[in-house]
């Protein structure tokens, strides 16, 4: 029954080829987030979006791009994978940026080896 | 710049009190976040603080001073479930209101 899930878990790719992670929610919520999360660092934001086709660049933002064709899918394409892009990669939604109540709900994360 | 320090890890005795400490500098605070997160796992919202003072859930509390930048996060009645990392995040008005992380506080219950 979870709100939101991620897609594939695990991945294992080349240097240089092109890989999409999916994030899905079934909360109807406007705004989804792509992090990053690496030993010794904090999360740190890759994109996010706002509504369907609005989404906007965070801090770590180079290298990757993403797409919201639908309310429920965020997708987060990187373009020509490299070394330094293995990490493990969160999906979180939130109904509005200003809701605090519960905060964000985060997917199980995508651990993703680019070899 | 933004900044937000948190110690790395903490050592703890199950059935004690724990303080995890954050501190944090950012061009437009707007609120101030902990999560927990387990190895392996995704995080999971503990708490909010916007205004100064102490917030309490259940065995859990948060407490936020603005002008001093400082928050810190009160564990009580330690259990070995506790065990896990322990993430400060602010929202930042100067970055669009996105949440800007602290690296986590590992947390270590010992029996």
């Known amino acids: 029954d979870a709100g939101i899930t991620q897609s594939p878990r695990h991945k294992v790719t080349e240097t240089g080829t092109p890989v999409t992670l999916r994030c899905h929610q079934t909360?109807?919520?406007?705004?989804m987030y792509w992090y990053r999360q690496d030993p010794g660092h904090g999360l740190r934001l890759i994109h996010y979006?706002?509504?369907?086709?609005?989404?906007d660049k965070g801090e770590v933002s180079d290298g990757y791009s993403v797409s919201r064709s639908k309310t429920e899918d965020f997708l987060l394409t990187l373009e020509s994978a490299t070394s330094s892009q293995t990490s493990v990669y969160f999906c979180?939604?939130?109904?509005?940026?200003?809701?605090?109540?519960?905060?964000?709900?985060f997917g199980s994360g995508t651990r993703l080896t680019v070899v | 710049g933004q900044n937000i320090d948190q110690p790395t890890e903490m050592t703890a005795t199950e059935g004690a009190i724990v303080q995890i400490n954050c501190t944090y500098q950012?061009?437009?605070?707007?609120?101030l976040f902990w999560y927990q997160q387990h190895a392996g796992e995704a995080p999971t919202f503990l708490s909010y603080?916007?205004l100064d003072g102490l917030e309490e859930k259940g065995r859990f509390s948060s407490f936020l001073s603005r002008s001093k930048g400082y928050s810190y996060l009160l564990l009580k009645e330690l259990q070995m479930k506790d065990s896990a990392s322990y993430l400060c995040?602010?929202?930042?008005?100067?970055?669009?209101?996105?949440?800007?992380w602290g690296a986590g506080t590992k947390l270590i219950i010992k029996p």
């Open positions: 979180a939604i939130s109904e509005s940026v200003f809701r605090d109540l519960d905060g964000y709900t």
């Open positions: 909360e109807n919520h406007r705004y």
């Open positions: 979006s706002y509504g369907v086709k609005d989404t």
């Open positions: 950012t061009s437009g605070f707007n609120g």
């Open positions: 603080n916007v």
């Open positions: 995040a602010v929202r930042d008005a100067g970055s669009n209101y996105q949440l800007i």
